[in-house]
């Protein structure tokens, strides 16, 4: 297990606890550098991440492992096939590069549309040419994961798994997946930050949980830090995970996450899993 660069911050201004908005070039290079000399091997990028797969493919990646993600399908005159071959093209130029090593769907419920064979044709066609080394999915629940695998079984996955959200854990698939092979990557370690908040700044949209959130505040204590150290060593517990996606916003954060990743402990949160998607889903903190 080793941690991968999200790279969202290099391309937008993202989540709920950013405070410096969307990263400079130039410190996204020092990062990259840095993150090299840590270690660090994979990039997680995206076509719906702004200009971020731009901005990398300036500074250089060529000696990084990228994963990316193909849109939401959309009914403009392609077929699932077109579009995610198109959009694939399209990121390898952005990124300066031949082959990605991985590809993943960023909506998985695409499998399960009417194009949903077209699409899973048009990710193995990818593979088969040898223009990405992996296919999967990006998820955001391990529910729809029993119909997913049997359209296209995926050789790689990006789940969310936290110390609230440990539906990935507590559904068995990340078992399943490791005895399948798939390659498994989370993310949402800080559920969006608001994991390392204190009760005064967390979203107004999460009150309803307060009884929960003061439960892992009573653990936490007034540090902070220790937000952060609790829930690395909550990921660090479960084998079966190959990447831990982390994105940072500034060279200094970068170097804070990598020294506490390898202090972390394994940490046991069995007592704050929660299953309901309105609060393990950030998505759904927004007003209806």
């Given at each position: 297990m080793n941690l991968a660069l999200g790279t969202v911050q290099f391309g937008l201004d993202y989540g709920i606890s950013n405070s410096t908005g969307r990263t400079p070039l130039k410190e996204v290079e020092h990062i990259l550098i840095s993150a090299r000399e840590k270690g660090l091997d994979t990039l997680?990028?995206?076509v719906a991440y702004g200009d971020s797969e731009t901005v990398?493919?300036?500074i250089g990646v060529s000696d990084w492992r990228i994963v990316s993600k193909v849109p939401?399908?959309?009914k403009i005159g392609m077929s699932g096939k077109e579009w995610v071959l198109h959009h694939l093209c399209e990121s390898l130029e952005r990124l300066r590069i031949r082959q990605l090593d991985g590809l993943l769907l960023h909506s998985a419920a695409d499998l399960l549309?009417?194009?949903g064979q077209q699409i899973a044709a048009g990710l193995?066609?990818?593979k088969a040419e040898g223009l990405v080394g992996k296919v999967g999915y990006s998820i955001y629940s391990p529910q729809p994961l029993k119909e997913l695998v049997q359209i296209m079984p995926p050789d790689l996955i990006q789940a969310p798994l936290n110390v609230l959200d440990q539906r990935l854990v507590t559904s068995g698939w990340l078992n399943k997946l490791s005895e399948m092979g798939v390659e498994v990557h989370t993310r949402s370690v800080f559920m969006q930050g608001s994991l390392l908040m204190t009760p005064e700044t967390r979203p107004q949209a999460l009150n309803k949980w307060?009884?929960?959130?003061a439960r892992w505040d009573t653990s936490v204590g007034k540090h902070r830090e220790q937000a952060l150290m609790l829930?690395?060593?909550?990921?660090k517990r479960h084998a079966g995970i190959s990447r831990v996606v982390l994105g940072v916003e500034t060279l200094k954060q970068l170097e804070q996450l990598v020294e506490m990743w390898d202090q972390a402990q394994p940490f046991d949160a069995d007592g704050f899993a929660c299953d309901d998607p309105q609060l393990v889903e950030p998505s759904n903190w927004k007003p209806k």
């Open positions: 997680d990028t995206a990398l493919g300036c939401t399908f959309q549309g009417e194009e193995c066609e990818a307060n009884d929960i959130l829930c690395l060593g909550f990921v």
